[in-house]
């Protein structure tokens, strides 16, 4: 395990930045992160006129999104003035790598630190990049903590913090391709640069936090990514996976677009209940029908139900034979997933031939089940891992900070 500690690679861009000359304490907003509809309007804000603005809000979008530039002097097809204008009032600022750890197996997790929220806390979040020998996966938080509690899983011992905004959640992507060397310009120079342009194939939103609790910016977010003048990737290479906020799933096909996972992890109610406290609210019949009714549902574009193996808990014959019924006529596959241990956990990984059983007969049954191989355990990278030290302050803290700032 490499680690490499912040004094290496802090962007020096990273947060809140004031606008040179002046003392009133006003921030520069961040343009990475606004909607094309957004982006236009702030640009008509700060005076561009309307007969430039889809024009400018174009270059701007393609500057950012499709080169990866960090400063309005890279621009190169704007004027120095307009250049020197926009850099006044705007930044185009990344969010701040913290660490990066680089596991034996070459996953890498970067600790990111988010710019200050209105009591000037900076929270943390973590994103995974998991090299394959054919795609690279991303994968990335929309929130800070977790709304949920699942037993099993690292990240909902951490309490709800906030909500990712859409730059902070397309943001992940742009530091990832920062240090992938995944731009144009980075590219052009590579020894090996990857066949298909890429070294992030794919995306998932499977980090910290439910997406579908953040419906409005992780759909505003994706958009970023997959708009074909700036990130460029295909929804069908975006997966959302969501603990089962069902009235939100159709919702989600119409409106985000994406490929769709389902953290399923039991077959009865009983045992979801405890594993996904989620389930006392939306059980599992009415989560699976809130994936047959999924926009788009085909062959091609199936459900992937994820199903964290737990020994002595939900891996028994019986379960797997359960399963197979549960998901009867849904294009489904089913990724059996190793329960990755953290520290405290009660919970223990099913043994080898216990998985390679169940998923024997899920698969006669038609439903490609690949036993997902763990990747990064060595730095808590592994699926079911992540956590920051983020903390959501109480009611009497958040009152007392104000009061110190003068604004209570």
Request: aromatic share 6%.
């Amino acid at each position: 395990m490499t680690v490499i500690p912040s004094t290496e690679h802090v962007n020096p861009n990273a947060g809140a930045v004031r606008p040179s000359g002046s003392d009133s304490g006003a921030v520069r907003p961040s343009l990475v992160g606004l909607t094309r509809v957004q982006l236009r309007q702030a640009l008509q804000d700060f005076g561009i006129p309307e007969r430039q603005l889809r024009m400018r809000a174009g270059q701007l979008w393609r500057w950012m999104y499709n080169r990866g530039v960090t400063s309005f002097e890279d621009m190169t097809d704007v004027s120095k003035e307009l250049r020197a204008a926009l850099a006044g009032a705007f930044s185009l600022d990344r969010l701040e790598i913290v660490t990066e750890q680089i596991s034996n197996d070459g996953t890498r997790k970067w600790l990111l630190r988010l710019a200050p929220d209105e009591l000037g806390r900076r929270h943390e979040i973590e994103t995974v990049f998991i090299p394959e020998e054919d795609r690279g996966t991303l994968c990335i938080s929309s929130q800070v903590g977790c709304t949920l509690t699942c037993s099993f899983c690292h990240t909902g011992t951490q309490t709800l913090v906030r909500n990712l905004t859409p730059g902070e959640i397309a943001g992940q992507v742009l530091v990832a391709r920062d240090r992938l060397g995944e731009w144009p310009s980075q590219l052009e120079k590579a020894a090996n640069p990857p066949v298909s342009g890429r070294y992030i194939t794919n995306i998932v939103l499977m980090g910290m936090g439910e997406p579908l609790y953040n419906f409005d910016n992780v759909r505003d977010g994706v958009d970023i990514l997959a708009d074909g003048e700036g990130v460029s990737l295909s929804k069908r290479r975006i997966t959302l996976s969501t603990s089962g906020v069902v009235p939100e799933i159709v919702r989600a096909g119409d409106e985000i677009g994406t490929m769709l996972a389902i953290s399923l992890h039991a077959t009865t109610d009983k045992v979801r209940n405890e594993l996904v406290p989620l389930n006392r609210k939306y059980p599992i019949a009415e989560l699976l029908q809130a994936c047959r009714d999924y926009p788009g549902l085909s062959n091609a574009r199936r459900i992937t139900f994820e199903y964290v193996m737990l020994k002595g808990v939900n891996d028994s014959i019986a379960d797997a034979r359960r399963l197979v019924q549960l998901l009867k006529g849904i294009p489904a596959k089913v990724n059996l997933i190793p329960f990755n241990p953290w520290p405290g956990t009660g919970y223990e990984c099913s043994d080898w031939d216990t998985i390679e059983k169940f998923a024997e007969i899920v698969n006669r049954a038609g439903y490609s089940s690949p036993v997902r191989t763990p990747r990064g355990r060595d730095i808590m990278a592994a699926c079911g891992q992540l956590k920051s030290a983020s903390q959501r302050l109480s009611a009497r803290q958040k009152a007392e900070l104000a009061a110190a700032a003068g604004t209570g």
